[in-house]
């Protein structure tokens, strides 16, 4: 059972390029959320989607861009690449928010992005 | 707008010794979750509990337990006879499910992290 499987694990990108972060879930969650992680702090919420064809822009959207075309892939595309998006990229999925499953979300080994 | 915090950054003990880790969060919503999650060195996020906010019992699973006092808006954490394994960065976080959060699918709001290390 692969869960969250999150590509690549690491990567250094120069100022200006571009990028997608592969994110794929086998549970077929509803549910997929994308975070980063800087040093020293928590997780912010980049994008998510509640379904395929739906996303919705989280806390800290813009240099971002996702596509949900499948209930199972929900890549993250950075278009110019700049020294503030060095950080770690969590990918999650998750069933159901108001079930009785509620919200229980599962997470990939995370991308360690450098922007340089 | 929710917020939480975490404001213990680092715990050192010995191993054996009981820990406890801090959470205290702020809502205006009367519904919503409380979870605390584990980041191990290997750097994946590990779900540990949930507990929603018209359930104030406490929990006891092995050795760990959560104390949820809404009175004081915080759900803390205690390890008991903690290992060398239970060395990670552990996370509190809160979502929102009421009339504040428009609908709730807005994902997790996480606190900084409380780096816990266990000295053998």
């Known amino acids: 059972n692969a869960g969250v499987t999150q590509t690549p694990k690491f990567r250094i990108l120069k100022i200006g390029q571009s990028m997608t972060l592969q994110c794929a879930q086998d549970m077929n969650h509803n549910y997929m959320y994308w975070y980063r992680q800087d040093p020293g702090m928590g997780l912010k919420l980049i994008y998510y989607?509640?379904?395929?064809?739906?996303?919705d822009k989280g806390e800290v959207p813009n240099g971002y861009n996702v596509s949900r075309s499948t209930t199972e892939d929900f890549p993250l595309r950075l278009e110019l690449a700049a020294p503030s998006q060095t950080s770690v990229y969590f990918c999650?999925?998750?069933?159901?928010?108001?079930?009785?499953?509620?919200?229980?979300?599962?997470f990939g080994s995370g991308t360690q992005l450098s922007v340089l | 707008a929710q917020k939480v915090t975490q404001a213990q950054t680092e715990i050192s003990v010995v191993e054996k010794e009981d820990v406890t880790l801090d959470c205290v969060y702020e809502?205006?919503?009367?519904?919503?979750?409380l979870f605390w999650y584990k980041q191990p060195p290997s750097g994946e996020l590990v779900f540990l509990i949930r507990r929603n906010s018209f359930d104030e019992q406490n929990e006891i699973s092995g050795r760990y337990s959560w104390n949820f006092q809404k009175s004081t808006s915080s759900f803390n954490f205690t390890i008991t006879a903690s290992q060398v394994v239970d060395s990670a960065v552990y996370f509190c976080a809160l979502r929102n499910l009421g009339m504040y959060s428009g609908g709730g699918a807005d994902g997790l709001t996480f606190g900084k992290g409380t780096h816990l290390i266990i000295q053998p």
């Open positions: 989607s509640v379904g395929a064809g739906i996303t």
């Open positions: 999650a999925s998750g069933l159901d928010v108001l079930g009785p499953l509620q919200e229980k979300l599962f």
């Open positions: 809502t205006r919503d009367t519904t919503y979750y």
